[in-house]
């Protein structure tokens, strides 16, 4: 989170998605009570000897890093002996055979009913005190073992581009803890909204990271560490199959009964794709274009259909197919700004009744959908919580920019705002005027402009402003 006026710019970007040890055990596994829904709670250490029990953590955590990196040679044996069909790295194998990735990991000091903001995460992360489990495993060898086993990324979330679903296939996971049953790795989360209601058990979306430094993943050197966390996480392995923006659902998932309380002990997490028997489609995500036609209509994947229609073919793919349709929308050039927010409208009571539809990135040259939906309370700039400029196209069509300056005096508890306007006679001289009025670090815009206004009469203005004020909101005026 960060401050000043790039958070109130960047907060309208927000506005617009609400409505995101693998060693072979030496010994006997520990008995499954360890690891039962009435966990034996962690040893409290007394204030005085905090630091000498910060210590025993810290020196604990180091022996299993060694153990890791010694049974790193068995591991290479196994390999061996099926060359080309299994991998091995510090902490993680994968058997291409078997379709599935196993990783060592061991619990935190979480205990039943603390916040998870993450259900995995990794050895350097730094955030084992919301974390189920940790791994000594990196994410760069994680996902190396997971493409090696055929479990191909999808991509994570990203707000600057308008993606606030997480993309890719679905992958269960399962976590045995010190030697107990193997469970589903959403049985140790329970929704705590929801009187502790179960996590759903849906699988992981795979999204697979992004590229870091040297070709690593970038996991491994920015962001939380994160491998699989209970919200949408832009720099993640996995994320969960909804939309989840951290700022929603903080504090409401919570460590589950099954967590022991008790850091350290030993955990095998195992990765395996979904099931998709036939006569399910191989693959989960499936493109789907939705363009509004000049004449109002809609065309699905490029052939036309009637609105309800439209919504009944995603509603098959989702419930018959068990499909995530991510659905890019556009619209032609002659469509009317009214047209597309009804048909933005209807996209978005979709979007939000939960049945499964997806709204994708925009593509390049259109604005996200949600764009035509401000909230009419913006109308009164004195309802505004900053003054981005507003670009105004009059019914003549006369093209202006207007610039709202505030200026706060005394006590009062709302500026006085002081209004400028600018008459532009080309998209050309937009970006000019943008530089010299716009707010610093203010990427917003503000469209004004009549419903029968034709979206090709108002795209190269926005077209122009899209690198330096990307966010925009559409008004009927």
């Known amino acids: 989170m960060t401050a000043s006026s790039l958070a109130r710019g960047l907060a309208f970007a927000a506005l617009m998605a609400s409505p995101g040890a693998f060693a072979e055990p030496a010994s006997e596994p520990a008995p499954a009570s360890a690891a039962s829904s009435s966990p034996a709670p962690a040893p409290a250490a007394p204030a005085a000897e905090e630091e000498d029990w910060d210590a025993m953590i810290e020196r604990r955590r180091g022996e299993i890093d060694a153990a890791e990196e010694a049974a790193l040679t068995k591991a290479l044996e196994w390999v061996a002996e099926a060359p080309g069909r299994r991998f091995a790295a510090k902490g993680v194998r994968a058997d291409r055979d078997a379709g599935e990735v196993t ?45 090696f086993a055929g479990m191909a990324p999808g991509r994570p979330v990203s707000a600057p581009v ?60 920015a962001g939380p560490g994160s491998i699989v966390p209970s919200y949408n996480e832009p720099v993640t392995l996995f ?37 998709r028997p ?89 604005p996200y959908y949600k764009a035509f939906l401000p909230d009419d ?43 400028e306007e600018f008459s532009l006679d080309s998209p050309a001289s937009l970006p000019d005027a943008l530089a010299r009025h716009s707010p610093p670090n203010n990427a917003v815009l503000l469209v004004f402009a009549p419903g029968e206004k034709r979206w090709s009469e108002i795209e190269p203005w926005l077209s122009v402003s899209r690198g330096t004020h990307p966010l925009v909101r559409i008004f009927i005026d």
């Not at 700022?247 to 990765?271: H, Q």
């Not at 890019?328 to 933005?344: I, K, L, M, P, Y």
Request: aromatic content about 8%; some cysteine; overall charge negative.
């Open 103 to 147: 990783l060592s990991a061991f619990t935190t000091s979480l205990r039943p009913g603390n916040i998870a903001e993450f259900a995995l995460i990794t050895f350097q992360s730094g955030h084992e005190y919301e974390a189920i489990f940790q791994t000594v495993a990196s994410a760069d060898d994680i996902e190396r073992a997971l493409a």
């Open 162 to 221: 308008f993606r606030f679903w997480p993309r890719g296939e679905r992958v269960s996971v399962s976590v045995s803890v010190d030697g107990g049953a193997e469970r589903a790795l959403e049985e140790f989360m329970v929704d705590a909204r929801h009187d502790g209601a179960p996590f759903p058990v849906e699988g992981f979306v795979h999204v697979g990271g992004l590229p870091g430094p040297g070709g690593t993943n970038l996991v491994d050197s």
């Open 239 to 275: 994320d969960v199959p909804r939309l989840a923006p951290q700022s929603d659902v903080y504090e409401s998932v919570v460590a589950s009964k099954l967590v022991p309380g008790r850091p350290l002990l030993p955990a095998t997490v195992r990765f395996r794709p979904e099931p």
């Open 278 to 366: 036939a006569p399910l489609p191989p693959h989960r995500v499936r493109d789907v274009a939705l363009r509004l036609r000049a004449d109002g209509g809609l065309a699905l994947d490029g052939a036309a259909v009637a609105p309800r229609d439209a919504l009944e073919a995603l509603r098959r793919m989702v419930v018959e197919d068990k499909l995530d349709p991510f659905v890019s929308f556009s619209w032609d050039g002659d469509a009317t700004v009214a047209a597309v927010r009804r048909a933005a409208a209807l996209l978005l009571a979709a979007e939000s009744a939960g049945a499964g539809i997806r709204v994708d990135a925009p593509p390049e040259g259109f």
């Open 377 to 419: 309370e913006w109308r009164d700039r004195a309802n505004r919580y900053t003054q981005p400029c507003e670009l105004r196209f009059a019914p003549d069509g006369a093209v202006s920019l207007v610039a709202i300056s505030e200026k706060w005096e005394g006590e009062s508890l709302k500026p006085a705002l002081s209004v």
